[in-house]
């Protein structure tokens, strides 16, 4: 299925992912409707920082997840839906678990039943790696048992079942993707990437870090987006998990110093025991098998293998250097 002539709904378009794949699909010709979280400032979160060629051509939904009155609203007369909407904080997670279940459980199960109602043609619901937990086997497939080592995580292990259901119960035409540990511009700092690249812009010698020898995969925004409108596209995708990984691993410390090599900054690191998950909740290691990702999608990473991160990375750290961009960051609070 070809997404052009069809009407689109991005849930979390103002979200970090979100905004990325909006103003592509945006880029690419397609007719988007734009679901953002209802606020009192009127925010439309990181889209208010498209240009003014995306704004235009917007269809902006704003409501909330949770409402299956709104949901339903936002919904009809789409024809795709690609659902991106949660709450994504691990260590809010531990704080305030029940919004977990009411916005990544309910709502996805809020998409899901409007889709049903309304006919959409296909549905791509975003999982995370962090459903796998450690990993008991690397490469991580699709067929890797699933560990809700946080309510992060099992509250979208959860959305994943509730998903698939669908898919089993009603024929319902969902696809899952599961993204490995997407990073680039926009990215919130309670992520280690931006978390290293706003206190280096500060001037800090000193990183205050979390735990730095777990392993993580980290695939490049652009290469996301492009996994979501290959999921959208592809038939064969429907009924189906599939990871999105670059299939490259390297440690949280090796990151770290990787990003000062890149910022040509002399720093060390030191452990902030608040940034330190509990023991037996710390994904210690996620590699990702991406070869279903390029078998049933013809999807691959371009930002592939270190000079791939790399280059990433590159791109990252030059967006948040400017100063526009870094005061939207407060790098000496730790944010949950």
């Known amino acids: 299925m070809k997404l052009d002539g069809k ?61 299956p009155y709104g949901v339903r609203k936002a919904v009809q007369g789409c024809d795709v839906i690609l659902h991106l909407a949660a709450l994504i904080g691990i260590p809010y997670s531990y704080h305030s678990p029940d919004a977990y279940v009411d916005t990544n459980i309910k709502g996805t199960l809020n998409i899901l039943q409007a889709a049903k109602e309304f006919g959409v043609q296909k549905i791509v619901h975003t999982s995370t790696s962090e459903v796998y937990g450690t990993a008991q086997f690397v490469p991580i497939t699709e067929s890797h048992p699933l560990q809700g080592q946080s309510p992060y995580s099992a509250s979208k292990i959860a959305a994943d079942q509730i998903a698939m259901s669908f898919y089993y119960s009603f024929n319902t035409p969902v696809s899952i993707m599961r993204p490995f540990n997407t990073f680039g511009p926009r990215q919130s700092a309670r992520a280690i990437i931006p978390t290293v690249i706003t206190q280096i812009a500060n001037g800090v010698k000193t990183l205050k870090l979390g735990s730095l020898h777990p392993t993580r995969d980290f695939t490049f925004v652009h290469d996301t987006v492009r996994g979501f409108v290959a999921m959208a596209e592809s038939d064969q995708a429907i009924g189906e998990v599939i990871n999105i990984g670059s299939h490259f691993e390297i440690s949280i410390q090796q990151t770290a110093e990787l990003i000062a090599e890149c910022m040509n900054a002399n720093v060390s690191f030191i452990q902030d025991v608040k940034r330190i998950r509990p023991e037996k909740s710390e994904v210690e ?3 990702a098998d991406n070869e279903k990702a390029k078998r049933l999608i013809n999807w691959q990473p371009t930002y592939a293998g270190r000079a791939g991160f790399k280059k990433g990375l590159d791109e990252t750290i030059k967006w948040f250097l400017d100063e526009r961009n870094l005061r939207e960051y407060k790098a000496n609070i730790y944010n949950i």
């Open 7 to 67: 009407k689109i709904l991005v849930t979390g378009a103002d979200g970090f992912i979100g905004s990325h794949l909006t103003e592509y699909l945006i880029s690419q010709g397609h007719d988007v409707r734009a679901f953002v979280y209802y606020n009192s400032f009127g925010s439309w979160g990181w889209l208010n920082h498209s240009s003014d060629e995306v704004k235009d051509k917007l269809d902006i939904f704003t409501g909330d997840v949770r409402d």
């Open 285 to 287: 290691r996620l590699w």
